[in-house]
T-cell receptor, first 115, second 111 residues
Framework: DTGVSQDPRHKITKRGQNVTFRCDPISEHNRLYWYRQTLGQGPEFLTYFQNEAQLEKSRLLSDRFSAERPKGSFSTLEIQRTEQGDSAMYLC?????????????FGEGSRLTVL | DAKTTQPPSMDCAEGRAANLPCNHSTISGNEYVYWYRQIHSQGPQYIIHGLKNNETNEMASLIITEDRKSSTLILPHATLRDTAVYYCIVRPRLNDYKLSFGAGTTVTVRA
């Protein structure tokens, strides 16, 4: 079990550029989640996949955001035309519905800074 | 989902027990209480959860009041590595697909 891994850990970009983050969940987990966390706040739910199906998207996920999980394994989160307000930590988590704790396992996050 | 209320911050002496309160007065009968923590620059980490009974694991104990309107997370012997933000979360079902985090309690363990 190598845990949830995210790449890149840090990204600095200029306003208007596109960025993409990747998340590799724990291998046997079929559920995958994206959260966003701004400074001093708790993580906010963005979207959720079960296998390759995206089952819910938060209102926070504007049209500039898109998430995919094409084969039900890794996932990508793309932000188009970045804005300074997109600066945040983007966290990925995974879980297995069969677990007896309902625990979500989080990665260490991808920190985005938009200049 | 039920909302939770936690103090914004608290200090604790190393080696002493840390008692972290959480109010969830609107919790409904089937909702679980979860605790996560987030150490600086890391993702949140599961600590413990409970429904009605008190729970204990290798990390902490969870005490839920009989009316379930509040709970306390107990770190029995706090260490410097327990310095983190602690989140109390009410969750509709054991395997509900999302967690709703509040601002949490920033716990600082001092030597």
């Amino acid at each position: 079990d190598t845990g949830v891994s995210q790449d890149p850990r840090h990204k600095i970009t200029k306003r208007g550029q596109n960025v993409t983050f990747r998340c590799d969940p724990i291998s046997e987990h079929n559920r995958l989640y994206w959260y966003r966390q701004t400074l001093g706040q708790g993580p906010e739910f963005l979207t959720y996949f079960q296998n390759e199906a995206q089952l819910e998207k938060s209102r926070l996920l504007s049209d500039r955001f898109s998430a995919e999980r094409p084969k039900g394994s890794f996932s990508t989160l793309e932000i188009q035309r970045t804005e300074q307000g997109d600066s945040a930590m983007y966290l990925c988590a995974s879980s297995s519905p069969g677990g007896n704790t309902g625990e979500l396992f989080f990665g260490e996050g991808s920190r985005l800074t938009v200049l | 989902d039920a909302k939770t209320t936690q103090p914004p911050s608290m200090d604790c002496a190393e080696g002493r027990a840390a008692n972290l309160p959480c109010n969830h007065s609107t919790i409904s009968g089937n909702e679980y209480v979860y605790w996560y923590r987030q150490i600086h620059s890391q993702g949140p980490q599961y600590i413990i959860h409970g429904l009605k009974n008190n729970e204990t694991n290798e990390m902490a104990s969870l005490i839920i009041t009989e009316d379930r309107k509040s709970s306390t997370l107990i770190l029995p012997h706090a260490t410097l590595r327990d310095t983190a933000v602690y989140y109390c979360i009410v969750r509709p079902r054991l395997n509900d697909y999302k967690l709703s985090f509040g601002a949490g309690t920033t716990v600082t363990v001092r030597a």
